[in-house]
């Protein structure tokens, strides 16, 4: 756990009703710590539901407080439902309608997990919050920071770079030096209920698995606007030259690098290269096109120094979950944006995804990719 960590101390466990977050509580409590579950309620469950096999549906509340019974520690079911709305939901659909592909996980962990939940519970007295990721907590120049998991299939690092640096202070990571099965294997030690359950894997608001269908009812409801934007609607599908080959279902609902769904037969595979949402034009093109050398982003949040300081580092970049990290240079171009040059061209770059800096296993940062070529 960190030999900075208090004995004694008190840790609030962020419980999903899963498996990773159920065995980080038993370990805490198992190590003499005084454990806390809390757990977020994100949705007005009367109107809308999650996908039963999310992370975020009342049987996983339930999972979660039963997990704390057996245990014999408190659980607090925190309502979320507003910052959810405003930091998750609402920049998923913008982003899409902007013809981006966004990563609402990091949003969650960014404003929901580590910013809402941690400040819920330091307020209840407890001294850390802890929760089930694969990542682990080391020090660089006397501050903490952020380290892959030790198991390389389950490293979730990618999806924290936006935690705010001043809360690793407050962060445990009980999982980051086991790989799943041995939590599997610690969930059935702990006798743990939910040693068995499915991990959710899915965007836990999306019914379905249908992020089209999500977006037309968000955006034809109240919480939308009431607006139905012009990449919601058909549109020209255009190939590399500028031609009309076909017609795509909204601007809105593809992704770059997609193949599938197109609705066209050009003879040869063909994917998404482009998509403007301003003139509801999607295009299409030959695997070639899919590359990019460069690309830039924003919201950049670092979460160790870079030594030396400089206008300019080189990190391993990784552009998507699972993917292979390349060697760049970035290169700061404001306060909070960055211009990355990749030393190998990387395929699919996509607007809206998390691009996050490495050296080595140390999480130096990352951004939302609002540019590529």
């Excluded at 509580?25 to 096999?53: D, N, P």
């Excluded at 934007?229 to 599908?237: D, F, N, Q, Y």
Aim: hydrophobic letters at 35%.
């Amino acid at each position: 756990m960190g030999s900075a960590v208090k004995n004694g101390a008190t840790v609030a466990v962020a419980l999903s009703g899963g498996v990773d977050s159920s065995v980080a509580a038993a370990l805490l409590a198992g190590h003499g710590f005084s454990v806390i579950g809390l757990t977020l309620r994100l949705f007005c469950y009367s109107e809308k539901q999650a996908s039963a096999k999310s992370c975020c549906n009342t049987q996983a509340i339930a999972d979660a407080r039963g997990v704390c019974d057996h245990l014999g520690v408190p659980h607090y079911v925190i309502d979320g439902e507003q910052e959810f709305e405003r930091d998750v939901i609402s920049r998923f659909v913008a982003g899409y309608l902007a013809g981006e592909t966004p990563n609402p996980c990091v949003d969650c962990n960014s404003f929901i997990k580590f910013n809402l939940l941690l400040r819920k519970a330091l307020s209840l007295g407890a001294d850390y919050l802890a929760t089930g990721h694969y990542v682990r907590l080391g020090e660089r120049g006397g501050r903490p920071c952020l380290l892959r998991g030790l198991d390389s299939g389950k490293d979730q690092s990618y999806f924290l770079w936006g935690i705010p640096r001043g809360a690793l202070d407050n962060l445990l990571f009980p999982l980051g030096g086991f790989s799943k099965p041995e939590v599997r294997a610690l969930a059935g030690e702990y006798a743990l209920a939910v040693g068995d359950k499915v991990e959710s894997q899915e965007v836990c608001f999306v019914q379905d698995d249908s992020v089209e269908k999500f977006i037309r009812v968000y955006t034809e409801s109240g919480e939308g606007g009431g607006k139905n934007p012009l990449s919601t609607k058909p549109g020209p599908l255009l190939d590399s030259q500028g031609r009309e080959v076909g017609t795509h279902r909204g601007s809105a609902f593809y992704t770059i690098g997609q193949r599938k769904g197109l609705g066209v037969a050009l003879g040869k595979p063909v994917y998404v290269t482009g998509i403007d949402t301003q003139r509801n034009v999607v295009v299409v093109g030959g695997d070639e096109q899919l590359h990019s050398g460069w690309l830039t982003a924003r919201e950049v949040n670092m979460l160790a120094d870079i030594l030396p300081a400089t206008d300019r580092f080189r990190a391993g970049v990784q552009i998507r979950y699972r993917h292979q990290p390349v060697m760049a240079e970035v290169e700061w171009t404001g306060k909070s944006t960055v211009r990355v040059e990749l030393e190998q061209p990387q395929r699919s770059v996509a607007r809206g995804q998390s691009v996050v800096f490495y050296d080595g296993d140390l999480v130096l940062g990352g951004g939302v990719i609002s540019d590529c070529g």
